[in-house]
């Protein structure tokens, strides 16, 4: 069953999307070469905890903590350890996730350390400007399938992926709740959108080939052919305007900057103005 929250469950969910994108912005500063994934989830664990919530992941079906911090080809699931260095030149996927007064907030952001080769800055880009033209989607009367849709059309124009086991979903009381949101498929179908319904949306792309295979320990997804992988996420709720992201957060946790667009025309930058005022996580009547 697919939930529609009212107006103060959705002021709710803000708080805990704030406080995750408060984290993220938070971790992006510590993604430093030497630093180990470890050292993150210790960081974001104290975070969450000082706030009064709790950590989303932590127990969720035994994973072991607070944080996905997933390097290189490791496209989500990747279990912090004190082994995992980061080196100049990787990138990182990092999500968090927390509960916060009975709601939950879901995000995700790739981030460099230090200087990256182009083919892995594109692919963060590409991957970034690929969540927000989801976003665009998110309006009431549009279908599921319009903003798996926008991922795919977006990525694939510029040569890259898109992971097919594992999707977007709704949120709400729950982490996951329905429907299922697949960065993938034909425009038009799948339930539709209605004001108050809170989703997940996490393109998962990969720069080569989409399949992807599961390590021995259980959580960590990688690529099979070994290409570089980018994950972004926000919580974003329908509302009877422009969409409203839940989890946004500041400048400093996410560096966006439109590609050139192969596939974009003459409406571009009004997108673009549209995305920034719904990163500013205002609800849309007040802005």
């Known amino acids: 069953m697919i939930i529609c929250r009212s107006a103060d469950e959705l002021k709710r969910m803000r708080e805990a999307g704030r406080l995750v994108g408060e984290v993220l912005t938070e971790l992006a500063a510590h993604v430093v070469p030497g630093a180990t994934t470890a050292d993150l989830d210790a960081l974001a664990e104290k975070r969450i905890v000082a706030a009064g919530a709790t950590p989303a992941f932590k127990g969720y079906h035994g994973y072991p903590a607070t944080i996905c911090a997933s390097i290189n080809n490791e496209v989500i699931h990747g ?32 981030l460099p350390v230090g200087q990256v080769s182009e083919g892995a800055a594109t692919l963060l880009r590409v991957t970034e400007e690929s969540l927000y033209k989801a976003i665009e989607c998110v309006r009431p009367g549009a279908r599921v399938s319009d903003i798996g849709h926008a991922v795919q059309r977006h990525v694939e124009a510029f040569g890259f992926s898109v992971v097919r086991e594992f999707v977007g979903h709704g949120i709400g009381e729950k982490m996951h709740e329905e429907p299922q949101v697949p960065n993938y498929g034909d425009p038009g179908r799948g339930p539709r959108l209605a004001e108050g319904m809170v989703l997940a949306i996490e393109p998962m792309v990969n720069a080569g080939k989409p399949a992807v295979k599961v390590l021995g320990d259980g959580w960590t997804a990688v690529t099979k052919d070994g290409s570089l992988a980018a994950h972004f996420e926000h919580t974003v ?3 009877a305007g422009e969409p409203w992201i839940l989890t946004a957060r500041g400048a400093a946790a996410g560096a966006r900057r439109e590609a050139a667009d192969p596939s974009a025309g003459s ?15 205002v609800a849309p009547h007040e802005r």
């Not at 995992?84 to 995000?107: H, K, P, Q, T």
């Open 237 to 239: 709720a329908v509302t």
């Open 79 to 110: 279990i912090p350890s004190g082994r995992r260095v980061l080196n100049e030149g990787d990138i990182i996927s990092l999500d968090v996730g927390a509960s916060l007064d009975g709601y939950f907030g879901d995000s995700a952001i790739t």
């Open 267 to 281: 409406g571009s930058s009004r997108a673009r103005s549209r995305d920034e005022r719904a990163r500013l996580g």
